[in-house]
């Protein structure tokens, strides 16, 4: 990889060059991150992957806090990377500034809207990258390029000075290639006052109805992944993780969430600047602008179900299976349909965790066809630290197997 050129694999922004250099000698010294455009850096300005956003906002005047922490820290930022516009979608396509090769799947997507930090990271451009994940922009991308990701307990890490697109649903979230790395960052990112006290995970739940959405040789990989990791659990159970309801109305649900909220973030700048969006852009914010407050209402109460659900099937020392993203990466320029094929079928597998507001992580554990497929974990709110242990620790076992 050393002989890649980030001109090669298109997931470096060229409306700006950002570099920034980290303290010495701090943890994370020596070691480089790209970072999605969304996040503030002073005297730069982001693109959020539309050319109408950099042409009508003046720099930022304050780094974000997330990423000022990681530059203390020690690591260097080695430049911004390209997000699929406003962060909306899955395959990480964008029609302004082009699609980011997948080094782990030739002619196939990186996956979205993460899509620049995931690719640069699978290509070993950066030794980590910070994404955002608000429905699966972070566990889709880890599944499809191979590496590892997470999306963190909501709340657990400040959003401020990063652009906003469903705030109830919206977190940080980051790539490496190791686990060590991945919890290395955690422990720099992570806001110990959220902190659940360590609890040894001790309970699988199968999540029988998340992998019914996959196809057959998808599901029968998985899970023999899954019984792989079963023998460092106590107790391993298969459920239904939807309990009564079915994951198609969850999937439903959070897209009242994303496309509500999407639009009243974007509102104010869509009516006075009149920009120029994609057309599933466009489609997105009309979605979003015809749904009432009322049906929001409501949505709020059908959530609060869903996170009472999930709380009690996720106990301390608990861990969820599922997948982490709807199959393997599809080709570039599949179309639209195969585009929304894709945002369905996850909406059904990867609503749970926003919903909740709990964290999951995406360990690269699978191959279909030679494809990558990562198999999905999740734990309790605050349980962040015990799922990046967990991979850790099951990275090594598989090492020394």
């Not at 997948?102 to 950066?126: D, E, K, Q």
């Not at 023998?231 to 509500?260: C, P, Q, T």
């Not at 949505?299 to 099937?313: E, F, K, M, P, Y």
Request: some cysteine; aromatic content about 6%; hydrophobic content about 40%.
């Amino acid at each position: 990889m050393e002989n890649i050129q980030t001109t090669d694999i298109g997931a470096f922004c060229t409306h700006d060059s950002v570099f920034i250099e980290g303290k010495p000698h701090e943890p994370l010294s020596g070691l480089t991150f790209a970072l999605k455009d969304i996040y503030d850096v002073a005297g730069h300005t982001c693109c959020c992957g539309n050319p109408d956003w950099i042409a009508t906002h003046s720099p930022a005047i304050k780094t974000a806090p997330v990423v000022q922490r990681l530059i203390d820290a020690g690591a260097t930022l080695a430049g911004m990377s390209i997000t699929e516009e406003l962060v909306m979608g899955l395959t990480g396509e964008n029609p302004f500034y082009g699609t980011p090769i997948n080094i782990a799947a030739p002619g196939r997507v990186t996956g979205g809207s993460s899509s620049g930090s995931a690719a640069a990271t699978a290509a070993g451009l950066v030794d980590f990258a910070l994404g955002s994940d608000t429905g699966g922009s972070v566990r889709v991308p880890a599944s499809f390029c191979g590496i590892y990701g997470i999306r963190p307990t909501h709340g657990r890490i400040s959003l401020r000075s990063v652009m906003p697109f469903a705030p109830s649903l919206d977190t940080a979230g980051w790539f490496a290639r190791e686990p060590h790395l991945l919890a290395q960052i955690g422990n720099q990112l992570l806001r110990a006052e959220d902190r659940k006290s360590f609890t040894k995970p001790q309970r699988l739940l199968i999540a029988r109805d998340a992998f019914a959405v996959l196809d057959e040789d998808a599901q029968a990989i998985l899970m023999t992944a899954v019984r792989d990791i079963s023998e460092h659990f106590d107790v391993v159970e298969d459920i239904n993780m939807a309990g009564s309801d079915s994951l198609a109305d969850w999937s439903k649900l959070i897209a009242v969430f994303r496309e509500y909220e999407g639009w009243h973030s974007h509102r104010d700048w869509i009516e006075n600047f009149q920009p120029t969006l994609s057309k599933n852009g466009a489609m997105r914010m009309a979605a979003g602008a015809k749904i009432g407050v009322d049906v929001y209402n409501k949505a709020q109460v059908s959530r609060d179900t869903v996170r009472s659900h999930l709380t009690h099937l996720l106990e301390p020392g608990t861990v969820l299976a599922l997948p982490a993203a709807p199959g393997v990466a599809p080709l570039q320029n599949s179309g639209p349909d195969e585009s929304w094929r894709i945002v369905e079928k996850n909406g059904r597998i990867n609503s749970a965790s926003p919903l909740a507001g709990v964290p999951q992580i995406s360990l690269p554990l699978c191959k279909v066809n030679n494809l990558p497929l990562g198999l999905g974990l999740m734990a309790e709110a605050g349980g962040d630290e015990m799922l990046l242990d967990l991979a850790v620790k099951l990275a090594g076992t598989r090492a020394n197997a």
